[in-house]
């Protein structure tokens, strides 16, 4: 990362190393970004578009390629987060990182519809086996949204919506089957009309998502949102980056 170039070098042993190597000193910090990120005389908002890397957007604004990591000490978004997918690589990441199957129960597992005894609350648990009596397929649990009803089972099982599911351990615990599918197309929350989090659960335990203003938000969708907050950074002014990174260059580099 070209940012680093103008580190100053110290001999500093990697590992268990005995012998030092040279190499930049990267705890140094300029605190010149901490006294204009603020200053709206120095900054624009900028939108960055689709498929269009740091080093490509410095190239457009600037005419220079190097550039490119002003836009992540500018925004703590994208320097914590890093830089926003393209939407093929947005769906294989979450695909990757939601790799399994949810079914939602109907049910609000925090209350077990009230029953006396909990049993699905408590004994569906993380590394419980059910099997589905119409598909005759089986899966292991792995997590569980509590408030929603949902079970999320380990790969890809092909359970049936509207089947019963039983714990392989005891036949007398089982579960409706609502709707199976793919994690990364699960629900993550519900919204309100104001885009407010609301709570689906009823007063008699069961999960109800039939308000009118209530919309559901996929773990796709969620991470579709957090995608585009980080395609809206600000950039230094082009009338005035070259003297900032000047700046910078000079103290991080003494």
Sequence with gaps: MSYFNN???????????????RFQELSLYSDIIDQVKDNVTVYQEYTILENMRPDQVSQELYGTPGY?????????NIKEQGW??????LLI????????????????????????????????????????????????VIGRNLDLGHLTI????????????????????????????DEHLATHHFEDGSGDYVDNV???????????????????????????????????KQGVVQQIVSAIQSEIGA
Aim: glycine residues 8%.
């Design 202 to 236: 009823s007063d008699s335990g069961v999960v109800d998502i039939t308000g009118a203003s209530n919309t559901k938000i996929t773990n796709l969708d969620n991470y579709i949102r957090i995608n585009d907050n980080l395609k809206e950074i600000r950039i230094f």
């Design 7 to 21: 580190f100053r070098k110290i001999n500093y042993r990697f590992g268990n190393n005995e012998v030092a190597t």
């Design 68 to 76: 490119y990591w002003t836009f992540y000490i500018l925004n703590d």
């Design 84 to 89: 926003p997918l393209s939407q093929s690589e």
């Design 154 to 181: 380990k790969g890809k099982i092909s359970f049936t919506a509207g089947e019963t599911a039983i714990l392989s351990t005891d036949a007398n615990v089982s579960v409706v089957i609502g709707s199976v599918v």
């Design 93 to 140: 990441q979450a695909k990757n990182d939601y790799p399994d199957t949810v079914i939602a129960t109907g049910t609000n597992l925090v209350e077990d519809l009230f029953t006396t005894t909990g049993a699905v609350r408590d004994k569906i648990l993380p590394g419980a086996i059910i099997t589905g009596q119409s598909s005759g397929v089986s899966g292991e």
